[in-house]
T-cell receptor, first 112, second 110 residues
Framework: GDSVTQMEGPVTLSEEAFLTINCTYT??????LFWYVQYPGEGLQLLLK???ADDKGSNKGFEATYRKETTSFHLEKGSVQVSDSAVYFC???????????WGAGTKLIIKP | NAGVTQTPKFRVLKTGQSMTLLCAQD?????MYWYRQDPGMGLRLIHY???????AKGEVPDGYNVSRLKKQNFLLGLESAAPSQTSVYFC?????????FGDGTRLSIL
């Protein structure tokens, strides 16, 4: 069945470091791919998305490119800030009911 | 700017007790979802609804019931709470993509 695999956390970086959080997926067809972010004590919110191969989603300095050949959607940011500390979830859209298949989440800790 | 509101935010129950979690959305969304979030397991779909009066089972429906009598509300019920149901519960709504989430209900079953 469909699945999403994320790199395990926590990922600890210093401020201004380069960030990569890996995400790979298994799915039939051509799913849409998403990154959601969860700040402490809050619900999840959409960070970015891509709906077809080679699309690049971007928001708040974060980027991710839909790579069908490697079935990946890695999240990147060139210079992280303390305020980026959160849990990041990769997900794919399964079917017309807009159900999402979720990765386990990666906790990101940014130290000043 | 209410969005998705979950009630209550925290609750402690004893094994065997029942309770209902309420989710309300003010965005006129057709689709609503209940998830549970456990450490290291991401989000797992419990039940969902594609419109008023409809419900369907998700990945982990056992021990839960839901109702969607009004379009804006989606209720999650635990008839006889068990310690394995200790979790953080999230409600979400959408009219397609993306899903909009509430802030969660932290539920502990002793």
């Amino acid at each position: 069945g469909d699945s999403v695999t994320q790199m395990e956390g926590p990922v600890t970086l210093s401020e201004e470091a380069f960030l990569t959080i890996n995400c790979t997926y298994t799915a039939t067809g051509y799913p849409s791919l998403f990154w959601y972010v969860q700040y402490p004590g809050e619900g999840l919110q959409l960070l970015l998305k891509a709906t077809k191969a080679d699309d690049k989603g971007s928001n708040k300095g974060f980027e991710a490119t839909y790579r069908k050949e490697t079935t990946s959607f890695h999240l990147e940011k060139g210079s992280v800030q303390v305020s980026d500390s959160a849990v990041y979830f990769c997900a794919l859209a399964k079917d017309s009911n807009y159900q999402l298949i979720w990765g386990a989440g990666t906790k990101l800790i940014i130290k000043p | 700017n209410a969005g998705v509101t979950q009630t209550p935010k925290f609750r402690v129950l004893k094994t065997g007790q029942s309770m209902t979690l309420l989710c309300a959305q003010d965005m006129n969304h057709e689709y609503m979802y209940w998830y549970r979030q456990d450490p290291g397991m991401g989000l797992r779909l419990i039940h969902y609804s594609v419109g008023e009066g409809t419900t369907a089972k998700g990945e982990v429906p056992d021990g839960y019931n839901v109702s969607r009598l009004k379009k804006q509300n989606f209720l999650l019920g635990l008839e006889s709470a068990a310690p394995s149901q200790t979790s953080v519960y999230f409600c979400a709504s959408s009219s397609g993509e993306p899903q909009h989430f509430g802030d969660g209900t932290r539920l502990s079953i002793l």
